[in-house]
Structures are given as structure tokens and as C-alpha cells.
T-cell receptor
Framework: GAVVSQHPSRVICKSGTSVKIECRSLDFQATTMFWYRQFPKKSLMLMATSNEGSKATYEQGVEKDKFLINHASLTLSTLTVTSAHPEDSSFYIC????????????????FGPGTRLTVT | SQQGEEDPQALSIQEGENATMNCSYKTSINNLQWYRQNSGRGLVHLILIRSNEREKHSGRLRVTLDTSKKSSSLLITASRAADTASYFCATDLMIYNQGGKLIFGQGTELSVKP
């Protein structure tokens, strides 16, 4: 159980176009999903917290209009990279936290396999 | 930034040896988690240690937590070539009613040579 999928796993797009990445919780409902970005040989940087039915909370330095997040249902969050540029090329990873809150005071998080975006 | 720091950044050992990775963080936490990532792949959750716990074991993994020093260590005993991966610690800053917000350390790249 507790599987999170991402689609696509790999995408190449041209500069100036927009790309949408989907994050789905397959066997549980997730009130909260998180989006991370990872550069080669670097750590994961939290970009934003996505809450179902409300606006995402972005981390400092992350452009809201550049990285559009929509969490329209309890099993799906999408990240759209608008007007992509080569510097947006990265590995994007989502995670999902099951609805119902913490278990014993600790929130479980399940990670998707990641999406490799290359902007040419 | 509240990201933790890990050391060493890279570690190369022979199969059968033990590997120790350390993680330090800056703020109070709800729990600390260790993850593994194979090159270009997603994260695999290894172990979670709560702030009121000092040590936890899972198979060949042993994790310690010292909240007074704001540090944690991950020990992998009797390493295997298949343990080659990057290892990250992540601190859970638990934000009320929003699920845990994880802040990741810089990671340790472990190479186990057969």
C-alpha cells in the first residue's frame, strides 16, 4: 500500500513551452502533497506544500507564477512549469501525506519516483 | 535555510565494512527520517526516529538521535555492494494540520566496493 505515482517519468520540452507533471496517490487519500526539486548530486529542496482545495504554500524564493500547483482532488496534485527555460531542467519529486493527520504524532509521507525534466 | 548538514559528503568502503553517516540540523524537530536514493531514482524510506527516542534499529541499520546536539547518525553494518546509493536525513518540522514538512540534508554518497 501507500503508492505514489508521477507522470511523466521523463519529459523533454522546448524553451518557452509549459509542462505539466502529475502526482497521484494510488491507494490512499492525501490532503497534503509536497513538491521537491533536486539538482544533480544535490539534495531535495522543498518547493511548495499543496493542500487539497486551497492554494499552495510556496517556499521562499520559489516563483508562484512559474510553478503552478493545483491540488484538485484528494488523490491528484499537478505541477505546471510555465514558460520553461533550460535552468528549469531538474528532477522533480512529489510526496503525499495521507489524510487523517498524524499517526502517533508523526506524519507519514510517501514519495513518488520523480520526473526528470529537460528543457532544450 | 533550515536544511541539515551531512557528513561525510562521500564515503567509499569495502563490502563487509560498516558505514557511518552523520546529520546535523538547526531547529527543534518532531522526528528525523533517513532515506536512500539510487542514482536518478525516487526516495526509499529507511527509518524514522521520534524526538523522544535515542536509538532505533531496523535490520542492518542503526540510527541514533541526540536532540541536545541536534544530530543523528545512520550506521549500516556489514555493507553490501547493493547498499551503494545516496543517503539523506530529513527533519520533520510538523506543521499543524498540514502534514509533516520535511527538510532534507545535503546527503552522503556511499560507494561500497565488492
Amino acid at each position: 500500500g501507500a503508492v505514489v505515482s508521477q507522470h511523466p517519468s521523463r519529459v523533454i520540452c522546448k524553451s518557452g513551452t509549459s509542462v505539466k507533471i502529475e502526482c497521484r496517490s494510488l491507494d490512499f487519500q492525501a490532503t497534503t502533497m509536497f513538491w521537491y526539486r533536486q539538482f544533480p548530486k544535490k539534495s531535495l529542496m522543498l518547493m511548495a506544500t499543496s493542500n487539497e482545495g486551497s492554494k499552495a504554500t510556496y517556499e521562499q524564493g520559489v516563483e508562484k507564477d512559474k510553478f503552478l500547483i493545483n491540488h484538485a482532488s484528494l488523490t491528484l496534485s499537478t505541477l505546471t512549469v510555465t514558460s520553461a527555460h533550460p535552468e528549469d531542467s531538474s528532477f522533480y519529486i512529489c510526496s503525499a501525506s495521507p489524510s487523517g493527520g498524524a499517526v502517533g504524532g508523526n506524519y507519514e509521507q510517501y514519495f513518488g519516483p520523480g520526473t526528470r525534466l529537460t528543457v532544450t | 535555510s533550515q536544511q541539515g548538514e551531512e557528513d561525510p559528503q562521500a564515503l567509499s568502503i569495502q563490502e563487509g565494512e560498516n558505514a557511518t553517516m552523520n546529520c546535523s540540523y538547526k531547529t527543534s524537530i518532531n522526528n528525523l527520517q533517513w532515506y536512500r536514493q539510487n542514482s536518478g531514482r525516487g526516495l526509499v524510506h529507511l527509518i524514522l526516529i521520534r524526538s523522544n527516542e535515542r536509538e532505533k534499529h531496523s535490520g542492518r541499520l542503526r540510527v541514533t538521535l541526540d536532540t541536545s546536539k541536534k544530530s543523528s547518525s545512520l550506521l549500516i553494518t556489514a555493507s553490501r555492494a547493493a547498499d551503494t546509493a545516496s543517503y539523506f536525513c530529513a527533519t520533520d518540522l510538523m506543521i499543524y494540520n498540514q502534514g509533516g514538512k520535511l527538510i532534507f540534508g545535503q546527503g552522503t554518497e556511499l560507494s561500497v566496493k565488492p
